[in-house]
């Protein structure tokens, strides 16, 4: 096995876990009118500010994670992200038939 293999793989690792909240970020970016009034109708308080928190949110922890740079508390900060975030917006547990896919 190559010496610089478990680097890599870790590096990988990072790649893939950043890479995806960096992409949710910038996806939400596209959408965010639409998810400001999905927030507001949730009940969100001060739903615009909300969701711009998020985002940067996302995208500066996710380069965090994927540059290695105080990789553990941006993935803290990702991780209390997710436990705010799913059960208000990924619900899918209380949903049926094709709202129930899109809630995943």
Same mark, same amino acid.
């Given at each position: $096995?190559?010496?610089? *293999?478990?680097?890599?793989?870790?590096?990988?690792?990072?790649?893939? *876990?950043?890479?995806? =909240?960096? =992409?949710?970020?910038? +996806?939400?970016?596209?959408?965010?009118? =639409?998810?400001?009034? $999905? $927030?507001?109708? +949730?009940?969100?308080?001060?739903? +615009? *500010?909300? %969701?711009?928190?998020?985002?940067? %949110?996302?995208?500066?922890?996710?380069?965090?994670?994927?540059?290695?740079?105080?990789?553990?508390?941006?993935?803290?900060?990702?991780?209390? =992200?997710?436990?705010?975030?799913?059960? $208000?917006?990924?619900?899918?547990?209380?949903?049926?038939?094709?709202? +129930?896919?899109?809630?995943?």
């Amino acid at each position: $096995m190559p010496a610089d *293999l478990p680097s890599t793989l870790l590096f990988l690792a990072r790649l893939l *876990l950043g890479g995806a =909240f960096v =992409f949710a970020g910038l +996806r939400n970016i596209q959408n965010a009118a =639409f998810l400001t009034h $999905m $927030m507001a109708a +949730r009940g969100v308080p001060q739903a +615009r *500010l909300a %969701l711009w928190l998020g985002i940067v %949110l996302q995208i500066a922890a996710g380069v965090l994670v994927i540059a290695g740079l105080w990789t553990a508390l941006a993935a803290a900060v990702l991780l209390l =992200f997710l436990i705010v975030a799913t059960p $208000m917006f990924h619900n899918f547990w209380d949903h049926q038939g094709p709202d +129930r896919a899109s809630r995943i």
